[in-house]
Nanobody, 116 residues
Framework: QVQLVESGGGLVQAGGSLRLSCAAS????????MGWYRQAPGKQRELVAS?????????NYADFVKGRFTISRDNAKNTVYLQMNSLEPEDTAVYYC????????WGQGTQVTVSS
């Protein structure tokens, strides 16, 4: 079993920054992909960014965050980060951490609210 604990959400003004963290614990398959998804009220959950382990690190970003958000990970700590800059009101959502290894796991979500 794997547990994902997110932190770092909150309220910020448009143009501001936030950094989300997600720490994974438990039986983690060494080759996996960790990422962030978000879900706004009345909308489907969507991928924000993901990052892989392995000999080559592959980052994937949704078009709507390219150039503004950066995903990174500390493999020794099994932690993934999402640095969010130039936040816009449209970024308001619950952000969920995700880990895909032998199975798929989700965190409980952290609220990000961007005021205009």
């Amino acid at each position: 079993q794997v547990q994902l604990v997110e932190s770092g959400g909150g309220l910020v003004q448009a143009g501001g920054s936030l950094r989300l963290s997600c720490a994974a614990s438990g039986s983690i398959f060494r080759l996996n992909t960790m990422g962030w998804y978000r879900q706004a009220p009345g909308k489907q959950r969507e991928l924000v960014a993901s990052i892989t382990t392995g000999s080559i690190t592959i980052r994937n970003y949704a078009d709507f965050v390219k150039g503004r958000f950066t995903i990174s990970r500390d493999n020794a700590k099994n932690t993934v980060y999402l640095q969010m800059n130039s936040l816009e009101p449209e970024d308001t959502a619950v952000y969920y951490c995700n880990l895909m290894g032998l199975h798929v796991y989700w965190g409980q979500g952290t609220q990000v609210t961007v005021s205009s």
